[in-house]
């Protein structure tokens, strides 16, 4: 009977996701390797005094933690759910009380010679509580009390792991807004949410960056400009058939601000275009208000609020960072990665894009990367492994990565859309974002592109923790769908 | 009421693609469309280190060994170890005052002035502790962590002869590196004589060493175990053409005179001795005093750095008179036999040049041996004046200079040594200028007998010596005899013939031997080899410069040779004794007892200068 089961189990895996994740963690080993391999040590990558002979360690037992979930009836999932995460809510609720300060971090338990980190583990356990809910027949997020019930299933942690002071792991279950999304979430939810986040960035980011006689600051005219371009879209995409109001709204705020741009810039008579694009924002909002009192639309009133919430939003942010201190101000650009902090964050980044651009396209060859063995990257073996990457593999290794990631994203989504049980594909969706979100930050912020966030990039950056947490993730998923009804 | 949304797997998904995009294409900007990236770590992690070749030695013709390199300590700390050590006791073994060692910790850290500062790595407190220093320091090194001893070389001198020669070496300067790119600031570079002349050969190459240098700026080994290391070339060593029994002798009988001595050995062209005199001791261009005693004797009135061999111009007075005979020989104006009139000097109208009590008329030989200024003077004013030969003045003058020149006057002989003067033979157009076109033979009578606007350098007159000596040509002289593993250049091979044939050269010969025999040299003669010689007295705003050219034995001569002590009187007071010494000490290897006296007693005359201005 065992005999059958196991053989059936075996032959259910999603084995393409499994060739993917062992790809992914070979790939990983090597980097880590490359990593911290010293060039006046004599390489012997299997030592266990090494990282890359603890990283073995990780990944032997990491395999071994997969066999052991796939061994494990899926009913256990759905019955323990909610105490799992009780109980994981706890220990990350304890966690800052016994926990060794590690870099000002609060968020590492030390159990006998090994430190694990809590927030890791948590996600899995958030992730099946999440389907649980959702799973629950006749549950919708159309509904305010579902809704809000998943929402704070996704903050609790969150709040419990900032207080850790570990905003980069807490700032991961964002991710799970995408599984929400797919649960039927309004769009514009997840698309107002992407505005704040991109209005606070851009806005604080650039604010002090003057151009066009020192008039105009970047910042403020570009949240207005995006202001402009996501109310013609919205227009575009809910407002009724055939209606022009979006292509107007594009057409007049492209005119209006590009004639200003262009005075402003060209002829000696310098003032704040953002005024003017504030200007046209606002115009078009009331324009839109105008046309939902006359027609009756609602959709016209809600992006008319959209537009004119826009700049409230602006402004509150403006306000709010004017009035602190200096010193609490710094603090959240740093936090965010938006400024280089007293250890350097932009130290790290530009060393990293350093390494990454010397590798050129066939990269310096295995162990032979300069600016990683000597050390100029910091944290290269952890969230700037990616470094390694660039600067050995090259062009080609770097985007050969990537290109596998995709493709274990795409194949998950894949496996979750087949699911048939909300459970299993909701949860599933919980691991592919999470995983989307991980590869998103960590790789964006070594190129420059993200804010410097510190998270793992996951199979990759040395540490066990990470790696049995997105296991786990991982083989639950594969679990659910080993034995989904067919 | 269930809502299907499948469809937003594919925004997800979407999403995802768009994302991974993205980074692609940033990645193929940062590492395919710039080298700046890989410039930049290559900087980062490479550190180059140079590997100093050792310089070349130096040793005189027989092989006796005057420069060579000596180990040199600098002192190097490393900041971020030394905290703690004890600094009184650190003073004390370098014999330093704490406030020196206070501001020069200071200075280290002041990233201003040392641009290359990390508390990680060496950096130079004291440099070049000679070997007593280092090895009292050395000796409680153990007690003071974070102090480094580092070897270099510097230039030591055996003896404290032939400064000018020799020259010296420096720290390069601004314009050098922007001179040669091969230097880079804290390299060493010839200043002056043949450590700049033969630079090329003595430095080597440089060689480099690539190590890999992590982000605290501490060394981690070396780039591909040295593959790409380049190993430092030795520089060449140089054997010169001076002998350093000679040109000591030299420096001990200038000794208390302002002037020179310069030696060449006729068949090859290679320098004997160049003296200049006052001198300073070589060894004192060395190391951390260098330049206070640069400065010392810049400002110091004699000039002691000043080569007077090659860069003073002096009038050479009578010793001039042979190459003027020379070319009156040549283009026909006199033969041997014709005699001039001479009545205590050369009279002409109102124009009197004088001259000593001698018999007259005289020919050619005797006039030569009695330095007659009459002889000369008419022998310029038939030349200049000759119509039939010449058909102006200015074209007479003319073919007068190229004659000139052709002796190697009036432009730099081309020495290996950097700074000659070319002196100054004048031509048509330089007297055109001064008299406005109105002038002949008489105007100008006195550059027949070295005077008015003829000036040669020391080299120059000797040089004449030597092409007497050969019988109408020389080798451009020169003071490296051999190149290690090298050819000299080739101009240090090839004769250079006057336009004056061997049989007048042999006529004035002879007249130089009879002022050795009966005139004016009498006190150079000697039973043992034939010298030949001529004296000289240059006139000058002060007392006369004593001058002596000659060379001997006279059929096989060894040795040219030109003496030149400014202020010095008559040509018999100091160049012909001096000249006959020296001769005596080259051709005989040593000076007998009686010479040695007066050596001795030449080397204690002082001629006093009063406040010298040149």
Redesign the interface.
């Known amino acids: 009977m065992a005999t059958t089961s196991d053989n059936n189990i075996l032959r259910s895996l999603d084995w393409i996701t499994i060739v993917l994740y062992l790809v992914l963690l070979a790939l990983g080993w090597m980097s880590v390797c490359g990593a911290t391999y010293d060039f006046s040590q004599e390489g012997n990558f299997f030592d266990l005094g090494t990282r890359s002979g603890m990283q073995i360690v990780w990944i032997g037992t990491s395999i071994l933690l997969s066999g052991a979930i796939l061994l494990l009836d899926t009913r256990l999932f759905d019955t323990f759910a909610n105490v799992l995460y009780l109980a994981f809510m706890v220990l990350l609720l304890v966690t800052p009380f016994v926990a060794n300060d590690i870099h000002g971090s609060l968020s590492w338990i030390k159990i006998g010679t090994f430190s694990l980190q809590p927030a890791e583990f948590a996600k899995f356990s958030t992730a099946l509580a999440l389907a649980k809910l959702m799973g629950t027949y006749g549950f919708s997020l159309s509904r305010p009390r579902d809704f809000v019930a998943a929402a704070f299933l996704i903050l609790l942690p969150m709040v419990l792991i900032v207080l850790q002071k570990e905003t980069g792991s807490a700032l991961v279950y964002l991710a799970f807004s995408l599984v929400l999304y797919r649960e039927g979430m309004t769009g514009s939810l997840l698309f107002i949410g992407v505005a704040a986040v991109a209005y606070f960035v851009v806005g604080v980011r650039y604010d002090g960056d003057l151009v066009f006689g020192d008039m105009t600051s970047v910042g403020r005219l570009a949240v207005m400009l995006m202001a402009c371009l996501f109310t013609a879209v919205l227009c575009g995409v809910y407002g009724e058939k055939g209606d022009s109001h979006g292509l107007r709204i594009a057409f007049y705020g492209m005119m209006v601000n590009g004639v200003a741009i262009l005075v402003a810039w060209l002829t000696p008579w310098h003032f704040d275009v953002a005024w003017v694009s504030l200007a046209v924002v606002v115009a078009s909002g009331l324009w839109l208000a105008w046309t939902a009192m006359r027609t009756r639309l609602v959709p016209y009133g809600l992006i008319a609020l959209f537009a004119l919430g826009s700049i409230g939003f602006y402004f509150a942010i403006d306000q709010i960072m004017d009035h602190l201190g200096d010193h609490q101000r710094i603090r959240i650009e740093v936090l965010l990665g938006l400024k280089d902090d007293p250890q350097g964050a932009g130290y790290n980044v530009s060393q990293a894009k350093i390494a990454i651009g010397s590798g050129g396209l066939e990269g310096k060859g295995f162990l032979m990367g300069t600016q990683t063995k000597l050390k100029y990257v910091p944290e290269q073996e952890t969230d700037f492994i990616f470094c390694t990457v660039g600067e050995e593999e090259g062009f080609v290794g770097a985007a050969g990565v990537l290109v596998i990631y995709l493709l274990f994203i795409l194949r998950l989504i894949r496996v979750a859309e087949r699911q048939s049980e909300v459970f299993s594909r909701v949860y599933g969706y919980c691991v592919l974002s999470v995983f989307l979100f991980h590869v998103f930050i960590n790789v964006g912020m070594v190129l420059g592109l993200t804010p410097v966030i510190g998270i793992p990039l996951p199979f990759f950056s040395y540490g066990g923790s990470s790696l049995w947490g997105f296991t786990i993730l991982l083989f639950i998923f594969l679990k659910l769908d080993a034995v989904r009804k067919r | 009421m269930?809502?299907d949304?499948?469809k937003?797997?594919y925004?997800?998904?979407l999403?995802?693609?768009v994302?991974?995009l993205?980074?692609?294409v940033?990645?193929?900007f940062?590492?395919?469309m710039?080298d700046?990236?890989?410039l930049?770590?290559?900087s980062?992690?490479?550190l180059k280190r140079v590997q100093y070749p050792a310089r070349g030695a130096i040793t005189d013709r027989n092989g006796v060994l005057m420069v060579y390199n000596q180990p040199a300590y600098d002192i190097m700390v490393i900041m971020r170890e030394q905290e703690g050590v004890d600094t009184l006791d650190v003073c004390a073994s370098l014999g330093i005052t704490p406030a020196f060692y206070a501001a020069r910790m200071r200075e280290i850290k002041d990233r201003k002035r040392n641009p290359g500062y990390s508390p990680y790595t060496q950096q130079l407190f004291m440099a070049q502790l000679n070997a007593e220093e280092f090895s009292r320091f050395q000796e409680k090194l153990f007690l003071y962590p974070g102090f480094y001893i580092q070897k270099r070389t510097i230039r030591q001198y055996n003896q404290p002869y032939a400064a000018h020669v020799l020259g010296d070496v420096a720290e390069v300067g601004p314009d050098d590196i922007e001179r040669d790119s091969y230097y880079q600031g804290g390299d060493y570079i010839g200043k002056l004589g043949i450590e700049r002349s033969y630079e090329k050969q003595l430095r080597g190459e440089k060689g480099v060493e690539i190590l890999?240098?992590?982000?605290?700026g501490r060394i981690?080994?070396r780039y591909r175990d040295g593959q790409q290391d380049v190993r430092p070339v030795p520089g060449k060593n140089l054997t010169l053409g001076i002998d350093l029994e000679l040109q000591k002798l030299g420096e001990r009988l200038m000794r208390n005179k302002l002037g020179s001595i310069v030696a060449i050995e006729p068949s090859t062209g290679e320098i004997l001795c160049m003296v200049s005199s006052p001198t300073y001791d070589p060894r004192i261009m060395v190391g951390r005093q260098r330049g206070r005693n640069q400065i010392e004797m810049q400002r110091d009135p004699m000039k002691p750095l000043l080569n007077r061999a090659i860069m003073g111009t002096y009038p050479p007075g009578s010793t001039f008179k042979t190459s003027q005979a020379l070319t009156f020989l040549e283009e026909g104006i006199i033969t041997p036999q014709t005699a001039y009139p001479c009545s205590h000097g050369f009279h002409f109208g109102h124009l009197t040049v004088g001259c000593h009590g001698h018999g007259s008329p005289l020919p050619l030989v005797p006039s030569i041996a009695t330095s007659c200024n009459g002889y000369f003077c008419w022998g310029l004013y038939h030349m200049f004046g000759n119509r039939r030969k010449y058909a102006s003045v200015q074209d007479a003058m003319t073919c007068w200079k190229d004659h000139m020149v052709a002796m190697g006057f009036g432009y730099a002989l081309g020495i290996d040594l950097p700074g000659e003067k070319r002196g100054m033979i004048p031509n048509a157009a330089y007297y055109d200028k001064a008299y406005r076109g109105s002038w002949n033979g008489l105007t100008v009578v006195s550059i027949s007998i070295g005077q008015g606007e003829v000036t040669l350098t020391p080299l120059q007159i000797a040089n004449l010596g030597a092409t007497i000596a050969n019988r109408g040509w020389f080798i451009t002289p020169h003071v490296v005899r051999k190149i290690q593993n090298d050819r000299l250049d080739s101009i240090y091979y090839e004769r250079r013939y006057t336009k004056v044939a061997r049989q007048h050269y042999e006529t004035v010969a002879t007249g130089m031997r009879s002022a050795v025999l009966g005139g004016t040299c009498r006190a150079a003669n000697n039973g043992q080899y034939e010298v030949c010689g001529k004296t000289g007295t240059a006139q000058n705003r002060g007392h006369d410069h004593s001058v002596f050219m000659g060379f001997a034995p006279k059929d096989d001569p060894k040795i040219a040779i030109a003496v030149y002590v400014e202020n010095g009187g008559w040509g018999a007071n100091y160049g012909v004794p001096l000249g006959a010494l020296m001769m005596e000490q080259y051709i005989n290897g040593h000076l007998s007892e009686a010479s040695e006296a007066r050596a001795a007693e030449f080397e204690n005359k002082v001629i006093n200068y009063g406040n010298y201005v040149r």
Request: net charge positive; aromatic share 12%.
């Open positions: 269930t809502h949304y499948s937003r797997s925004v997800i998904g999403v995802a693609v994302i991974i993205i980074y692609i940033r990645l193929f940062l590492q395919l710039s700046d990236y890989k930049r770590a290559d980062n992690a490479f890999l240098r992590d982000v605290r981690q080994g």
